[in-house]
């Protein structure tokens, strides 16, 4: 079964600094998907990236970027230029390709992230 | 485009109860998961939805059930409240994407359930 593993409960940041929330994932798969989701007070599940497996490059959406290293299975997200808003909850998830099969959403247990002013 | 949205966003039930919590997808959106998440337990999976049709189902007791309509709107309903199912129930859909059968998921915010 598919395993997602988050080692940092908490991490604090200054802000306007750079932070780099780590994730690591077992599967024997060779097609996934990767997410990083954001979980702000509200309580609402907002997606930060994803990553597709078969692709080599590392997703980027503006401040935010992954190191996807599939050898090693491992996922992190940097932070760059953080921001007071970007304090939240932070759950890396994983989700399988194939079509009809179990491909739900296996997450980790998250890395509750503080901005310090 | 409306995102997912979650009726209703607050319970409260007591022991022995039941309840039935709704769901609305991203328009074009056929695929619908649903999920629990507690502080003890984190984001556990309970079941996936398409087309009308159950395609996964989590490790969750027969009291915890789900369907969906043909307009791909979802409910799920959990019969013999126990003190243990309070918790955030949240809702996902996903578009799947050609061939490949799954993308995205984008969450609503959410059901939360007390039970006294």
């Known amino acids: 079964a598919q395993t997602v593993t988050q080692s940092q409960p908490e991490m604090s940041v200054q802000e306007a600094e750079t932070v780099t929330l780590s994730c690591t994932y077992d599967?024997?798969?060779?097609?996934?998907?990767l997410f990083w989701y954001k979980q702000p007070p509200s309580r609402q599940m907002i997606l930060v990236i994803r990553?597709?497996?078969?692709?080599?490059q590392n997703a980027t959406e503006n401040r935010f970027s992954v190191n996807f290293q599939k050898a090693a299975k491992s996922f992190s997200l940097k932070i760059s230029d953080s921001q007071l808003g970007d304090a939240a909850m932070y759950f890396c998830?994983?989700?399988?390709?194939?079509?009809?099969?179990?491909?739900?959403?296996?997450f980790g247990a998250g890395t509750r992230l503080t901005v310090k002013p | 485009k409306a995102g997912v949205t979650q009726t209703p966003r607050y319970l409260i039930k007591t022991r022995g109860q039941q309840v039935t919590l709704s769901c609305s997808p991203i328009?074009?959106?056929?695929?619908v998961s649903w999920y629990q998440q507690t502080p003890g337990q984190g984001l556990q999976f309970l079941f996936e939805?398409?087309?009308?049709?159950?395609?996964n189902k989590g490790n969750f007791p027969g009291r915890f059930s789900g369907r969906q309509f043909s307009n791909s709107r979802s409910e799920m309903n959990v019969s013999t409240l126990e003190l243990g199912d309070s918790a955030l129930y949240l809702c996902?859909?996903?578009?799947?994407?050609?061939?490949?059968?799954?993308?995205?998921?984008?969450f609503g915010p959410g059901t939360r359930l007390t039970v006294l």
């Open positions: 996902a859909s996903s578009l799947p994407s050609g061939g490949r059968g799954t993308d995205t998921q984008y």
């Open positions: 599967t024997s798969e060779s097609d996934y998907y």
């Open positions: 990553q597709e497996a078969y692709k080599q």
């Open positions: 998830a994983y989700r399988s390709a194939l079509f009809g099969g179990n491909n739900d959403m296996r």
């Open positions: 328009s074009g959106h056929r695929s």
């Open positions: 939805y398409f087309s009308e049709t159950q395609r």
